[in-house]
């Protein structure tokens, strides 16, 4: 599986972004995607996910009402949509998906196998 993400920049703050990540490599019908973040000095933390075959979404509480994962299961692609965006969502986002995850789990860096490269998100004041 390949996982690339793509559509950060430079915002300034009450802006909104759209990143993508698009999978490849196999289906993905019992697989999470998810995305994470990391902001410099900082522990890469959860955003949200969303499972592929339901299409169910769970999200952070810091970025609830905010931000909304989608996916398009026609090409391959998970979409996170950022409104409202502060300074302090700045960070390196990264899209990553998992099979087998349990709900538990969901939110934590070590359930998921496949990791995208990151983009960058940088929300000015």
């Known amino acids: 599986v390949q996982l690339q993400a793509s559509g950060g920049g430079l915002v300034q703050a009450g802006g909104s972004l759209r990143l993508s990540c698009a999978a490849s490599g196999r289906t993905f019908s019992s697989y999470v995607m998810a995305w994470f973040r990391q902001a410099p000095g900082k522990e890469r933390e959860f955003v949200g996910f969303?499972?592929?075959?339901?299409?169910?979404?769970n999200y952070a509480d810091s970025v609830k009402g905010r931000f909304t994962i989608s996916r398009d299961k026609a090409k391959n692609t998970v979409w996170l949509q950022m409104n409202s965006l502060k300074p302090e969502d700045t960070a390196v986002y990264y899209c990553?998906?998992?099979?087998?995850?349990?709900?538990?789990?969901?939110?934590?860096?070590?359930?998921?196998?496949?990791w995208g490269q990151g983009t960058q998100v940088t929300v000015s004041s």
């Open positions: 990553a998906s998992g099979t087998g995850i349990i709900q538990s789990m969901a939110r934590q860096t070590r359930a998921y196998t496949y």
């Open positions: 969303i499972k592929w075959s339901g299409g169910s979404t």
